[in-house]
C-alpha cells in the first residue's frame, strides 16, 4: 500500500478537456494527481493525492452558476487542505463579456481571503502566448484567429485587459506585469508581485511568450493563493512549489495495474486522426457502427457489441465515426442536436457493456469522454503515464476498477487503439479478428 499523499495544489477547472489536459501536466511532473469529474459533493472523501484537479463544466454556464460550482469546489479542496489553486480557463481565454473567468476568479479570491491573482492563459507548446498584453494563436491575435467566431464564446478583442474588465468587480484594479520582470527572472516577478499586490493591484496580467517565460511565472506565483491561466504555467506552480517544500519530490508515475476483463474501445469523435485510429483497429477486432439515424442507436449497438464479445476476442469497438460529409447530412436531417444524441448512446453503450464486465475502455472525443465517463458515474481518476502526448492512462477505483483511455479527437499515432488495449489489460487477444 503506497504511503498517503497530502493534497498541496488543488484545481478548479471550467471544462472537462482543460482538466484532463493540466492533470496530465501535473502528472508529466511527478505530481500524484486524481481527477475529480464534476463537483465534489460533500461527504465524498478527498482523494489521496498531492493535486487533485476538479473538472468542472462552467465554461458557458450562466454565471452564478459558474461561481456557486467553483466556489464549492475551491471549498472542498480547501478542507482538503489543499494550500495553493489554480483556476483553469481555456488557453484562448474563452468566456464572454459576463464571465465566467472574471466572476470566478472574484470569487474564488474572496473565498480564499486572497487580494491578488495573477492572470496568463498562456501555453505556447500549443501556440497561446501573451505579448504586450494581448493573446496570440499561433502568431495571430486572438480576434483575427478561429476563435473570433467560435459559436458561443466569439472572442473579438485580443487585449486581454479589456477581456477582462468587464467582467471583474474592480476593473480600475487590473494591471500588467512588467515584461522586463519576466524576463529578469523568478525572482525578479516575485519581487514585483509583492510590489503589486501592496499597491493593490487584484488582476495582474502577465505576459508569456515560450515556455521559459511560463515557467518563470509559474515559479514565481508559489507565493499566491490562487492563479489564474491555462495549463502553460502548470509545470513552472509545480517547480515553485518544490522550491518552496510546499510539495515533496517527483515521484515514479505508476502504471494502473492491468485489470482482467474485455476491452471496449468507444468512438465519437470524427476528427481526421481518429478516423484513421478506427480503420486501422477494425482490422484487429470486432467493430460495430452505431448508426445515428437508427430508431435505437444504443440498442443496436449493445447487441451487436455483446455477440461480437460472445463469439469473439475480449475486445468490441463500437464507433459512429464518420466522414464530414456524411456528418453533415446526418446534421441535415436530424438537426443540431444529433450530436448529443450520438453522445447519449455512445454513453448508454459504454455503461451497458460495463454492467456486463467490459473493464477497458478506452474513448475517443473530447465531448463523447465527458458524455461516456458520466454515465459511467465515474468520480475520481488517477492519472497514470501517457500512451502518446496528451492521452493518459488513467485508473478509476471503482468499483468496479477500470482503466480508461480517454484522447482528444486529433490525438494519437494511427495504432493507438491497439496499443492502449495492449496496455491496459491483460490476455489481450485483440489480433485474433478477421
Ligand atoms: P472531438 O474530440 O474530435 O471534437 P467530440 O467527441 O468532442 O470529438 O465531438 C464529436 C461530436 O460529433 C460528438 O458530439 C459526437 O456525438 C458527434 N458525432 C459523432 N459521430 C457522429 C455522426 N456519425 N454524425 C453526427 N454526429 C456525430
Redesign the pocket.
Known sequence: MATPVTPVLGVVADDL?GAADIAGVLAREGVVTVLRVGEPNDDAGAPDAEGIVVGLKIRTAPVASAIEQATASADWLQRAGVRRFVWKICSTFDSTAEGNIGPVADALLDLLGERMTLVCPAFPANGRTVVDGRLFVHGVPLDQSPMRDHPLTPMRDADLARLLGPQVRDPERIVRLPAAAVEAGAEAVTAVLADLRAGGARYVIADAANDRDCDVLGAASAELRLVTCASGLAAGIVRGLRDAGLLGPAGPLDAPAPVDGPALVIA????TA?REQVARFARLAPSVRLD?LATDPASDAIRAARTALANGPDVVMVH???TPL??EE??TRLGAD??????RA?AETARALVGDGVRRVVI??????G?VLDALAVADLRIGPELAPGVPIVEAAGPPRLVIVPK???FGGPDLFAEAVAATGTGVRASAAP
Not at 364 to 369: D, L, Q, R
Open positions: 478537456t465519437g469523435s470524427c476528427s481518429t445515428p459512429s465515426t464518420d456524411a456528418v446526418v446534421r444529433v450530436g448529443a444524441r450520438v453522445e455512445l475517443a472525443g473530447g465531448e463523447t469522454t458524455a482528444s479527437g486529433n
